[in-house]
């Protein structure tokens, strides 16, 4: 596991970040003036009760969601002062998502799919790196294969090799392993962590598993839209009794 310091500077870092939605009865405050940074080359978990907040903290820091107020800083830019199309250019060569839903094509195999953000980039889709991305995750023996013929772990993984691809500064991942069982989970588990200590690439995760969590460098307890607690060189048993404070 990485060594977690404060010397580690932000890959990404929010200040004063508030998001509300529209309801019938009004603005919903989801996200209530937070400030908190990704710490580059490492892993971070973002934890707390349903309603907390932490897929709107996800979205909003990886330019998926524009806060009403703060700033989302991604080294030197600041996601929520560009438009649109500067969004897109961001999300297309610096951040990689892996979700829960996977979000593979089903027309296309596992190498189309993971060649993809390099189309999208486009520039010339060399296939000894896609081929290497798939070898990464434990498939090259698949590449050929439509998603619907993997199971879903293998798909998982497929997304996974899809993100790495493209060399992202920052890759967000949303309950990577809540649609998993436990072992085809802890393995997805170990390719995150893997790409932080050998890729050096810096990883936030959104999980309710202290178990997951535990895989992280440190964890973020978030409770009513606000940061209520960080835990670093978090254990399960340790997470798991945070989660109980926040959650009374």
Same mark, same amino acid.
């Given at each position: ?13 929010? @200040? ?8 019938? @009865? ?14 580059? #080359? ?42 649109? $199309? ?5 999300? #297309?060569?610096? *951040?990689? !998502?892996? !979700? ?22 486009? =520039?010339?889709?060399?296939?000894? $790196?896609?081929?290497?991305?798939? $070898? ?8 050929? %294969? ?46 995150? %962590?893997?790409?932080?200590? #050998? ?12 178990? @997951?969590?535990?895989? @992280?460098? %440190?964890? *973020?307890?978030?409770?009513? =839209? ?21 959650? %009374?």
């Amino acid at each position: 596991m990485s060594l977690l310091t404060d010397v580690h500077l932000p890959a990404v870092n929010l @200040a004063s970040v508030s998001k509300s939605y529209s309801s019938a @009865a009004g603005p919903v405050p989801v996200l209530r003036d937070v400030s908190v940074g990704f710490p580059a #080359r490492a892993l971070t978990a973002v934890m707390g009760p349903s309603g907390s907040g932490k897929t709107t903290l996800l979205n909003c820091a990886a330019g998926l969601d524009k806060p009403d107020s703060g700033k989302v800083l991604l080294g030197d830019t600041d996601l929520a002062a560009c438009d649109e $199309r500067q969004l897109t250019k961001v999300r #297309r060569n610096r *951040i990689g !998502f892996v !979700f829960q839903q996977f979000n593979l094509l089903p027309m296309l195999t596992a190498y189309e799919n993971v060649a993809l953000p390099l189309r999208l980039q486009g =520039g010339r889709v060399k296939r000894a $790196r896609v081929m290497e991305a798939l $070898r990464q995750v434990g498939l090259e023996g698949k590449a050929d %294969r439509r998603s619907a013929q993997l199971s879903g772990g293998q798909q998982q993984r497929v997304a996974i090799a899809r993100t790495l691809v493209a060399e992202p500064e920052m890759v967000f991942a949303d309950e990577p392993t809540g649609s998993l069982d436990r072992r085809t989970g802890r393995q997805i588990l170990e390719l995150l %962590r893997d790409t932080v200590d #050998r890729a050096g690439r810096t990883v936030a995760m959104v999980t309710h598993d202290p178990a @997951a969590a535990a895989c @992280a460098d %440190r964890v *973020i307890f978030l409770s009513d =839209g606000k940061v209520q607690g960080k835990l670093d060189h978090p254990t399960t048993d340790a997470v798991a009794h945070q989660l109980s404070l926040w959650e %009374r």
